[in-house]
């Protein structure tokens, strides 16, 4: 059965608040639309960026957006330069500045004629629960991280463990996960000591965590049982993704062919006429998110075992990424390589002319190979990327990872045999059909009667009799 976006919106209306950037916009948007097309009012709540503003196209229509207008600085990204005043900075400054923007948000909104019954608020503010119940309504967390991930996190969080209290141990022991080492975790616990703020706001996550009746992320019971099962013996979760566009999924959406908020502007259609020109699965696509800030020599390295490769590839270097690539690298390559500042990523993914993508693995970009079938060269920088990277090369193969040397670069040459073994080797063979099984249970999951309609479903009925 079809869902129409064009339902008719109950009474029912609910608010999402999402984090300003393109990781944590992309899943909770894609919840809001799932939201709405179950019968649900929904508003999707943000700010402005300083940086850039909102492209917003045709496939969010069916949900109401709403910028908080604040003053807020860029966010942090994993470049090295002051990277703890940053960070730590940054956070206060967020909730000083949102918290009363978004009280006064929900007080106008509560004498409006659909005053919202719930918040679904972003994981990483949990001080939004205090807000909500100030006006009387619920309110339930969203987690944009893979649950594996954060399982690691509640552990730490439970145990009160010091950063450094895996630092002398071979092995990692997490309950429900596979035994995990160190470079394994999530890069904030590593030991390293650095980033202390980032390490602060993903254990708070979990700090009011008792008074929440739903926990909301984007996978799927199948993809992480173990950790999704042992966690639903202590917390309420709920998983409800992949939170991808429809048309790569159950397609039962209707129009829902990408996520619909650009915070940056993509090159649709260069990337896309290079690809049809190209050969079934003969290109690999190239891409590190919208925060990593590589090495100079790192990007050097990847332009230079791309090149060696003799492989097409299509490669997303942001604009403030560009002056880390090699002198002239985009002209003299431009026989076998497209470089483009940025792309729908999805659309590239299922191109057929795509055969594999070398992923910095942050949880959307992993979750997105996953559910269209795109075998993966995994390339982790920092926070969850480590772990999704364990998971995809170890637990799902539906990849390989490409090393480090002692410096953490990854150099050419070992960039040059992943992507030919994943491409065309032996091991690309077995990656390529575990890839297709997940693909079919990534559907199987949003599909109707799958686990996560199943999740969602409910949670709507819920919200619809309260
Ligand atoms: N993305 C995109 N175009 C690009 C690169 C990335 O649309 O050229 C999207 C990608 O599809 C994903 C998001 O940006 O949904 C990046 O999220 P992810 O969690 O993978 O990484 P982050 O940017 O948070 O590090």
Redesign the pocket.
Known sequence: MEISEQNVKGEAHILCYSFA???HL?PILQFCKRLASKGLKVTLVSTISASSKLIKTQSCSSIDVELLDVELRDTPNNSKEGERDESQHYFEHYKTIVAPSLAAFIENQMSSNYPPKFLVYDSIIPWALDITKRFGIDGAPFFTQSWSCNTIYYQFYREKSKVNAFEDQAMVLVPSLPPLKINELPSFLNGSGTYPSIIDLCLNQFSNIEEVNWLFFSSFDKLEEGAITWMATQLPVKAIGPTIPSKYLDNRLKNDKD?GL?L?K?NTETCLKWLDSKQPASVIYV?F????ALEKNQMEEIAWGLKNSNIFFLW?VRESECEKLPENFSEETSEKGLVVS?????EVLAHESVGCFMT?C?????L?AISVGVPIVAMPQWADQPTNAKFIEDVWGVGMRARGNGEGIVKREEIEVCVREVMEGERGKEIKRNSKKWKDLAKEAVDEGGSTDKNIQEFVAKVLYM
């Open positions: 950037i393109q990781g992309n996520y650009n940056f993509p891409s998110g919208s925060l990593a997303v940025w792309c729908c990523q999805l910095h942050g949880w959307n970009s992993t997105e």
